[in-house]
Structure formats: structure tokens, C-alpha cells
């Protein structure tokens, strides 16, 4: 048997970069699988996303909003099995649980209402119900119960050295994770530990330890675990690898760190308890008789050989690797027996709402349904056609004179543009074949300004271009009788100064439709259209101020001080007075110090004339 686990750093793009999450399953090949930073909300489940043939699936999803934490975290695991009814497959858990305190049972999972773990979290009494609902409100758990043994999925909290309510969090995550080990132990149970725990716990699992290092608490803590050091766990990976030096498994997302292996040991498999021999001979325990083998996956690095340095980017930006900034890690187990014939837990997302929809309740059968000339108003599928066949009409309708209409057309224009009628009388015009055709191109002229008002979102939303302010601005012809039939709505919607056609008349509501561009008008267009300049004389201008631009943002970008290479600039996110504050440092990857190739080190604040600029 096969256990890998997995810091995806967000599982859809994951998903995306393997092309879908069967092949990413089957790229690591083992027979359960455990994800941490998943980064799904429970309304986010979908089924490309947490259902996969031959697999089955348990969530547990972030419930907490504080911090803008919502979608944050989350841990999943998967289990490859033949069969998800009545298997005999040790794969397949016989009960699972979301969370490790035990308060989550009150919520229980997708399917049934019971509780299927049967173990009872003990030595919690003096903490309250809602502190373990904290602890457990950040989907960093998952508990599967496969009888030979119990697989803890778990996704340590990070605290920052200076934040003093996080560190407090996961001080008190880990003290009731550990309990809850302790409780199953006192039961002879076995259990296996997986996961990103956020903890190096030796110097040669970190690439920078300095000299305060192994004065960290949470360090204390991890080793206090091991067997070694009078504990019951076992580090599986330094079991097997004791002496292996720059064994990492998680880097440093915007340094490019990989570069050169600088990172740290933060992904660990543990395990506890007795071995499944009937034998009681001293020295027996699961890590001796049932692992054969564990290491780290490397071949999922982001880095490869033969990738360009970041330093070395022609366009001078920092190298986007494609993958998560972990890799997996994974173990082996043999002699594992079958056991007894069981089925997928209700845990499982197979019977997750979310992924296959809710049952309708009887009072959605009575609710009022929308009219169909109210769907087709609000932009319902038999609008775009409707909308389209009226365009058509209107078009054809544009083409006319507009004297033959026997209203007027500034009646037209203030029915069709500024009047809004009802779903009713919209119905019957749809009905009528016997329209005037004014009334046509009022409805159409209500149609085409929607259509242009969508035009204008959409260019608005788009990213402009240098060239693009140099381009010569749509105006009006200086011959009058070369528009086609929708330039002659926009020339009336341009000509109020120059023309009474569509100024109100306060005789009568009439107006001489027969009225001309003045010729001094015309002429003056003639005379602008010429004088504009030529598309090459454009396009010298803007390259010649785009690579002025370029030459003010060279000289603007210091030097580092250990290569004379261009810096790159980054923005304090962290919160403090230099929060949002500009700096420059080495663009290379980060690496040890006595490298020369790697980062320099160099660091310089952005000067206030040059963030203005910037």
C-alpha cells in the first residue's frame, strides 16, 4: 500500500495543470492520497473537483470567515478503490470524520445524520465548545479509520514570529491534536500522521538555521514527539534517511528558490503503535515491520534542469513556474491484510449535496414562475433571438427616407429612446405585424443604444494599448450623403448645433425634416479630416514615446550591489507603518550565502519621486 501526501497549494490549478484530477490522481499513483491547501469553500465542491473514477473522496472545507480566511486551507483525501460497496479494501476507511476535536459530529457529514467514529475525544473538558469549533472551523483535518490503522490528514497552521494570536492558535491546535493521538494510543490503536505540519523540526531540515533555531518552541514540541526522545511517534522519512542532507520539500513562492534548493522540511509522515504481528516481542512496532520505503517525490518540483534563471529573463520579470511550491512525499507499507466487507463512509463527497444538486422541496413546485415576457426583458435565452430579428427589421426600416414616416421624428425619438413602456404593451407590439414604421425605429433605436452601452462596458474593461491614444477619433464625414443607414442615427444624434432636425419645435410639435448642414460647417470638417495626420506618422509617435517610457523605467530600476544587474521591485503587504511602501532587491534566485550565482542580498527603499513615477 501507497500513501502520498501532497501540499497542492490550491487544487484547482492543480487540476488545471494536469488537465483534470484523474490524471493528476493517477500521476501520483498511490492508493490514498491526502491533499492539504486545497483551498475550496463548501460552495466551491464540484464534481471535476472532488470526483474521480475509481476514487473516493473526503472534504473538509474552511467555515470561518475571520482575516479574509474564507477558502483558505482546506485538506482532502482520496482513497483508490475497486469497488465503493462492500469492498474488503484496506483503502477504502470503515468511517471517516471531519476535524479532530470532535464538535464537527454535531454537523455531520454529507449523507446520514449518525456519527460513524466511534472513538470519543477525551481530556478536552477545559476548553470550550467554541474554541474547538475554531480549531476545527479551518478544514485543517481529516480523519479516515482504515481498522488496521487511523490516517490523520493534517494542515498545520502558520504563525508569524511577531503575531501573537496566531502562535497562540496553533499552540493550542497542536496540544489538542496531540491529545486526541494520545487518546487513540491509550486504545492500542496504530496511526499514521501525514501532512504539512508548517514545522522544520532539525537544522538540517532548514536551509537558513541560525543560531536560535532549535529554541523554537514548536520545534521542542515535534522532537518531544519522537521516539527517540521519549516519545511514541516515529519520523518516518529520518527513520530511513537519518543523515540525508538538503532533503526539502517546500520553497519559497516569489524567490526562486528552487534554483538553487533552498528551502525546508515542513511535509512529514509520522507513525505510532504496535506492529500487526501476534508476536510480542520487544523492538515490534508498525515502522519496523510494515515500512518499506519512504522519500520525496522530486519530480514534482516546479524547478527543472535546464529552466532559464530568473536573473536571465529577457523581459526582466521573475520566471513563473508552473506547479506547487511543495512536493509530495510518500510511504510504503507492506503486509497489510484485507479487511472485513464494508462501505464508503457518509463523509464521502458521494453523497455531497453540492456536487449533485439539492432536492427540490415542495414549496419551490408552487412558486410563482416569471412571465415569458419578463424572462425574455431580464435577458433570457429567447431575448438574444427576439433582440436580433428586430435589429434586422429596424435596419431595413433605417434605410427609408426619413419623410416618409407620417409622424414626426422627434415624437419618434422621444418614444424609442426616452419612453419606457411595459411588459404588456412590449408583448403586443412582438404580436402586431401591423406596425408603423416609426414605431419600428423607435424600438430599434431602445435596442441599438443597449447594444452600444454593452460595446462601451466591454472597450472599457479592456487593457489600452500606447498606439491606441494615438488613433485618429470617429467623427463625421464632410460628405452628408455618404452615411450608411446607422450613420445617419448617429449624425442625428451629433447634429443639435447645426441642425434643426432634431431641435423640439414649438409650433405644433412639427419640424422641417428637409433642413441641410450648414456649408461653412461642412467645409470646416473637410479641412479638420485633412490636417489629420497619416497612420505612419502615428506610429513613429508612439514608439518614439514608448521607448521613452522604457528609457525612464531603466533609469529609474537601481543596480544590485553583488551582480550590477537590474533589481526587481516589490510592495510591503505585510501590515506596519511600511505597509504598501516600495523597495528593490536582487532579481536572482535566493540561495546560500557562500553561492555566488544566488541572491546577493541587495536591498534598497524606492525613493519618493521614483513611486510617484512608478
Known sequence: MKIVTYNVNG???????????????????????????????????????????????????????????????????????????????????????????????????????????????????????????????????????????????????????????????????????????ESLLCQGR?????????????????????????????????????????????????????????????????????????????????????CLHNEENLGHNILTCHVKECDILEQFKRWKPGNT??????????????????????VILVEIPNIQQHNTPSLSTRYCPQVYGCQRTLVSMFAKRQPEEETSLSGGSNSISEDSIVLERCSQLLKRPLDACSPSVSEVIHQGVFHTSN?????????????????QIGRSKTVSSVVCKKKSRQCQSSQLSVKSFFKKTVGVSGDPNSFSADSKVSQADISFPYSGLNQTSTHGGEHDSTKEW??????????????????????????????????????????????????????????GPNLGRRFYVCARAEGPASNAEANCGFFKWATATSKNKR
Open 11 to 181: 487544487l484547482r490549478p492543480r487540476v488545471s495543470q494536469f488537465g483534470s484530477l484523474r490524471k493528476l490522481l493517477d500521476a501520483l499513483d498511490a492508493d490514498i492520497i491526502c491533499f492539504q491547501e486545497t483551498k475550496l469553500s463548501r460552495q466551491e465542491l464540484r464534481a471535476d473537483l472532488v470526483q474521480a473514477e475509481g476514487y473516493e473522496s473526503f472534504f473538509s472545507c474552511t467555515r470561518t470567515s475571520d482575516k479574509g480566511r474564507t477558502g483558505y486551507s482546506g485538506v482532502a483525501t482520496f482513497c483508490r478503490v475497486k469497488s465503493a460497496f462492500s469492498s474488503d479494501e484496506v483503502a477504502l476507511p470503515v468511517s471517516a470524520e471531519e476535524g479532530f476535536t470532535g464538535v464537527l459530529k454535531i454537523s455531520p457529514g454529507f449523507g446520514s445524520g449518525k456519527s460513524e467514529y466511534s472513538s470519543v475525544v477525551e481530556g478536552l473538558e477545559d476548553f470550550s465548545p467554541d474554541e474547538l469549533l475554531k480549531i476545527d472551523g479551518e478544514g485543517r483535518c481529516i480523519i479516515t479509520d482504515h481498522e488496521h490503522f487511523v490516517l490523520f490528514n493534517v494542515y498545520g497552521p502558520r504563525a508569524q514570529c511577531d503575531d501573537t494570536e496566531r502562535i497562540q492558535f496553533k499552540h493550542k491546535f497542536f496540544n489538542i491534536l496531540q491529545r486526541r493521538w
Open 190 to 274: 496504530r496511526i499514521f500522521v501525514v501532512g504539512d505540519l508548517n514545522i522544520a523540526p532539525s537544522a538540517i531540515d532548514r536551509c537558513d538555521a541560525g543560531p536560535d533555531f532549535e529554541k523554537n518552541e514548536f520545534r521542542i514540541w515535534f522532537r518531544s514527539l519522537l521516539l527517540r526522545n521519549g516519545g511514541s511517534f516515529f519520523d518516518v522519512f529520518r527513520e530511513k534517511h537519518p543523515e540525508r542532507r538538503e532533503a526539502y520539500t517546500c520553497w519559497p513562492t516569489n524567490s526562486g528558490a528552487e534554483e538553487f534548493n533552498f528551502g525546508t522540511r515542513i511535509d512529514h509522515i509520522l507513525s505510532a503503535g504496535p
Open 309 to 330: 534563471p530568473r536573473h536571465k529573463d529577457i523581459k526582466g520579470r521573475a520566471v513563473k513556474l508552473e506547479g506547487s511550491d511543495h512536493v509530495p512525499v510518500y
Open 423 to 439: 411588459a404588456s404593451s412590449v408583448g403586443e407590439h412582438k404580436e402586431s405585424s401591423s406596425d408603423s414604421p416609426c414605431s
Open 518 to 575: 450648414p456649408a461653412e460647417q461642412s467645409l470646416s470638417m473637410q479641412e479638420d479630416d485633412s490636417s489629420q495626420p497619416s497612420e505612419n506618422e502615428k506610429n513613429n509617435v508612439a514608439l518614439v514615446e514608448w521607448q521613452r517610457i522604457q528609457q525612464l523605467m531603466q533609469t529609474s530600476i537601481p543596480l544590485c550591489k553583488g551582480h550590477k544587474e537590474p533589481c526587481v521591485s516589490r510592495v510591503v503587504k505585510k501590515s
